[in-house]
């Protein structure tokens, strides 16, 4: 086999443990209908069972990045795909809610460690046009693992029970697991430093991470992109008509994952990747301005989430594109990942709150403006590492 071939199955590996990473999610998300019925005591807190992930990576989501660069991608990549299957298996048992909530915790530790290293690990193995191809093809595991827990998932759900569904989710993050150890090479560390465990350790990262306007940036712009990503996909059907809500919904992501995938790789050619995810948020302003002027908001929905396919293409591209060693990379994804998630956790809550308060037009008013905010932080901080430089 040659390196090429090779490094190619290897990338699409990396992406599957995506997959199976973005699915700790999808299992309860996609059926959340069931998984309400079997804890019919415990509606009120219900969402908890979602949302704890988001919150274990809003906390130690740059940490995580730390640790990926002290012990190293593949192997902390193992560890999460065997935490997460072996979670998932024992979540099959039908736990009581407070037992279930645990696991859940922990499951968002296995999250971490697989959505830092696998990119860190992807961007190592590739080099040139082929990592830009390759980063854009792992900014969709999220979209995709939905997509593909929507159409196949629910059917398992359906026939056999959330039980087996959750078993089945363990045993593939298992055997990608041990596809990881064979198959995708160690990457070695220039320099494994220190890593201090404590309040110490947890404010040391955090301010490496974010002084830093090469490994920061990146987290800052997906910042105010999850921040309306996840909340607007939410929302947007909502406000259409009933016939054609549900097929609206299942186009905006697949738009933005098609043109993630077709046209960001060309445009990371000849331009920087900050400069592709700026032009996603102008691009976003621009549609959103058309709403304003009559342009029809299912047509909205659909043009807005496409154009911010270059937001989720560029993004984790431009990680590799500023740092260059394993450590920085890997403080960048981590950053990504606990920014990420704090966008997700205030997104819906924060428009929701706007969207009561001013109606639909002050809405779309304040997403205008995070997406302009995004693209002064980027000029921002392409300033500071002219600087810097």
């Known amino acids: 086999m040659s390196p090429s071939v090779r490094t190619f199955f290897q ?57 990926t660069g002290w012990v190293g991608p593949t192997r902390l990549l193992v560890w999460g795909l065997v935490l997460g299957g072996l979670i998932s298996l024992f979540q099959a048992l039908e736990l009581s809610f407070p037992v279930m909530l645990a696991s859940r915790l922990v499951e968002g530790i296995s999250h971490l460690a697989i959505v830092v290293a696998a990119p860190t690990l992807i961007a190592q193995i590739t080099t040139g046009r082929a990592r830009n191809a390759a980063m854009v093809l792992w900014s969709t595991f999220f979209g995709v693992a939905f997509a593909l827990n929507a159409w196949f998932g629910l059917t398992i759900v359906d026939r056999f029970g959330l039980s087996l569904y959750f078993a089945l989710h363990g045993a593939l993050m298992l055997l990608i697991s041990g596809l990881v150890a064979l198959l995708v090479v160690q990457v070695r560390s220039d320099d494994h430093g220190t890593f201090v465990i404590g309040c110490r350790g947890l404010v040391g990262v955090h301010v490496e991470t974010y002084r830093s306007p090469f490994v920061a940036a990146p987290a800052f712009g997906w910042f105010f992109y999850t921040l309306t990503f996840v909340s607007l996909l939410a929302i947007l059907p909502g406000r259409l008509p009933e016939e054609v809500s549900g097929t609206i919904a299942g186009l905006m992501p697949l738009a933005g994952i098609a043109l993630s995938l077709l046209v960001v790789p060309l445009l990371l050619n000849v331009l920087s990747s900050v400069a592709v995810v700026n032009i996603g948020f102008a691009l976003g302003v621009l549609v959103l301005l058309a709403a304003f002027a009559g342009l029809p908001l299912p047509i909205v929905g659909i043009a807005l989430f496409a154009v911010l396919g270059f937001v989720q293409g560029g993004s984790f591209a431009a990680v590799p594109q500023l740092n260059t060693t394993a450590e920085t990379q890997a403080l960048g994804y981590g950053a990504i990942a606990q920014m990420g998630n704090a966008g997700n956790l205030l997104g819906t809550p924060v428009l929701l709150a706007i969207l009561w308060r001013t109606g639909e037009a002050g809405m779309l008013t304040a997403v205008i403006g995070f997406y302009a905010a995004a693209i002064g932080v980027h000029l921002w901080l392409a300033q500071q590492r002219k600087v810097a430089a």
């Open 11 to 67: 990338v699409i590996l990396l992406w599957l443990a995506g997959l199976g990473a973005a699915t700790q999610f999808a299992k309860i998300a996609v059926p959340f209908a069931d998984v309400a019925i079997r804890y019919p005591d415990n509606a009120a807190s219900i969402g908890w069972m979602l949302s704890i992930i988001s919150f274990m990576g809003a906390v130690l989501g740059a940490l995580s990045g730390a640790l």
